[in-house]
């Protein structure tokens, strides 16, 4: 996250949400506070015997429609400012997938490279025991974020259990399947924005077939990889793909099978056969037709919103459009799926967990899936409706129908 001030760009997404929508100024002005934010020292006992003193945040920004859900981040640069920022977005982001849940996020100032991995689990029960009291399966119900791993959720219900004296799964999402994880989790993020892109083109009158239409995908981590593995069977020629490293491009599409293969025995995307090398800058000026980034923030911006060539981006990344670049993209009718629909995916999958450890019931890869595309389907035709009714983009949009939502539950 960007240390633009990531708090006070999500305020003027507030804001202009607010003005086109003539949201009354009581909600906007409780919505410009979170409900609550937790900061905490977290003492570690290092494995050399010092102790190392971490500190912690949870920020629960709104619980008017259910419990504060939200992701953990274990990165150097985590800050109270961006947690507030990322919760506030969280809020957005569950109401216009419309789950029952409100907006929470969290982490520690940590480079977790730099711990051994029983430090590591030091560092997670101690955050845990210094922020139970505030979290719970009816209250707060935290997940994985940068840096953090099912194991590392594990360990945390496995001290949240002990400190409440009773086996508590729901109280954490993104779990390992053994503990009590859903399946289809790893890949419901690459695989819901798939469905939105389909829903997109749908719209336009292709009646859901991708042939020809081609994609290129900056980021290939879980959720490029997926989206790209899903993109591609769906029928979407998907011509190039990048890392942090490099990228490839093969205006004849490219087999992302065996592309993953390549990376995995390589460790690296350049020179694979039949594709021509491309740096992560030049892929977002490609000549395609859909442009989705899914690696960093603020990838798209006022220097190079004016060569993009894609006439659809779909963002599955958090944040990778600057607000002056969103300008520039809707002057050149460029649409933009914002994130916190296209990539809400996951939390929906959070959702199904959840539901699933509350009820004790283990459900198919097929069935959670099936529940999915319900989710994002209707979440994409509700904010296209908005947008068409208030003659806006889609992100604003989704500002607008989320805002609306967390309104009517606070009334």
Do not use: C
Not at 100 to 119: C, F
Not at 127 to 151: C, M
Not at 330 to 355: M, Q
Request: net charge positive; aromatic share 8%; charged share 25%.
């Amino acid at each position: 996250m960007s240390k633009f001030n990531a708090f006070e760009n999500a305020m003027q997404q507030l804001r202009t949400a607010a003005k086109t929508a003539k949201i009354r100024p009581d909600v906007s002005e409780r919505l410009k506070h979170p409900d609550r934010v937790l900061s905490v020292s977290i003492p570690v006992k290092m494995d050399d015997g010092r102790i190392k003193v971490f500190v912690g945040y949870r920020s629960q920004y709104n619980n008017a429609r259910g419990p504060y859900k939200g992701g953990l981040r274990f990165h150097q640069d985590v800050d109270l400012d961006e947690v507030k920022a990322l919760s506030f977005w969280m809020a957005i982001k569950n109401a216009v997938v419309n789950v029952p849940y409100g907006g929470g996020k969290g982490g520690i100032t940590v480079d977790p490279k730099q711990l051994s991995k029983r430090e590591l689990e030091r560092l997670s029960r101690g955050f845990i025991q210094k922020i139970y009291r505030n979290i719970g399966p009816h209250l707060d119900v935290p997940a994985p974020d940068v840096n953090t791993t099912p194991e590392i959720m594990a360990w945390m219900v496995d001290e949240y259990s002990k400190l409440v004296g009773k086996s508590t799964p729901a109280v954490i999402t993104g779990k390992p399947l053994n503990k009590g994880g859903s399946q289809g989790r790893t890949e419901a993020t690459g695989y819901g924005g798939v469905e939105v892109l389909k829903e997109v083109i749908k719209g336009q009158g292709l009646r859901g077939r991708g042939q020809g239409v081609r994609v290129a995908i900056q980021g290939f981590g879980n959720v490029g990889l997926y989206f790209a593995l899903f993109a591609q069977a769906a029928g979407f020629k998907v011509v190039a793909v990048s890392d942090s490293k490099s990228g490839i491009y093969n205006p004849q599409g490219l087999d992302i099978k065996k592309i993953s293969k390549w990376k995995e025995k390589n460790r690296q995307l350049r020179g694979f056969p039949g594709a021509k090398n491309v740096s992560n800058e030049k892929l977002l000026e490609l000549p395609v037709d859909v442009l989705v980034p899914a690696a960093l923030e603020n990838q798209i911006h006022k220097a190079n919103a004016s060569k993009i060539k894609a006439k659809l981006i779909i963002e599955m990344a958090n944040g990778p459009t600057t607000p002056e670049a969103d300008l520039i993209l809707a002057k050149r009718k460029i649409s933009v799926v914002p994130d916190v629909l296209s990539n809400s995916g996951g939390v929906a999958t959070s959702y199904l967990e959840w539901y699933q450890n509350l009820h004790q019931q283990k459900w198919s890869k097929a069935k959670v899936l099936k529940r999915l595309e319900k989710f994002m389907a209707h979440a994409f035709r509700d904010v296209a409706k908005t947008a068409k009714k208030h003659r806006t983009t889609l992100r604003n949009a989704a500002f607008i129908l989320a805002v609306q939502r967390i309104a009517k539950a606070m009334k």
